[in-house]
């Protein structure tokens, strides 16, 4: 299958606001990730980042955060431009 690439919104909260919940998604998964923006605290954050990858990668992925308790949702906007 042909590389895909996804923009997505992470939405993280306690008590994984801080964890390195995309890294273990990049090692679990043979998927690359970009952050564009983001904004992580100690009791919440949010990610804007581009998940690139085979198309059922980045969907196993995807479903594995949410299974972390992350909110996964598009990302509004242009993420590239910043």
């Given at each position: 299958?042909?590389?895909?690439?996804?923009?997505?919104?992470l939405?993280?909260?306690p008590?994984?606001?801080t964890?390195p919940?995309?890294c273990?998604?990049?090692?679990?998964f043979?998927?690359?990730?970009?952050?564009?923006?983001a904004?992580?605290?100690?009791?919440?954050?949010?990610?804007?980042?581009?998940?690139s990858g085979?198309?059922?990668d980045?969907?196993?992925?995807?479903?594995?955060?949410?299974?972390?308790?992350?909110?996964?949702s598009?990302?509004g906007g242009?993420?590239?431009?910043?």
């Amino acid at each position: 299958m042909p590389e895909h690439s996804d923009r997505l919104r992470l939405t993280f909260f306690p008590p994984i606001a801080t964890d390195p919940i995309v890294c273990r998604m990049a090692k679990q998964f043979d998927v690359e990730f970009s952050i564009r923006r983001a904004d992580i605290q100690p009791n919440a954050g949010w990610m804007d980042l581009e998940l690139s990858g085979d198309q059922d990668d980045i969907e196993a992925a995807i479903e594995w955060l949410t299974e972390q308790g992350v909110k996964v949702s598009p990302a509004g906007g242009d993420v590239m431009a910043g």
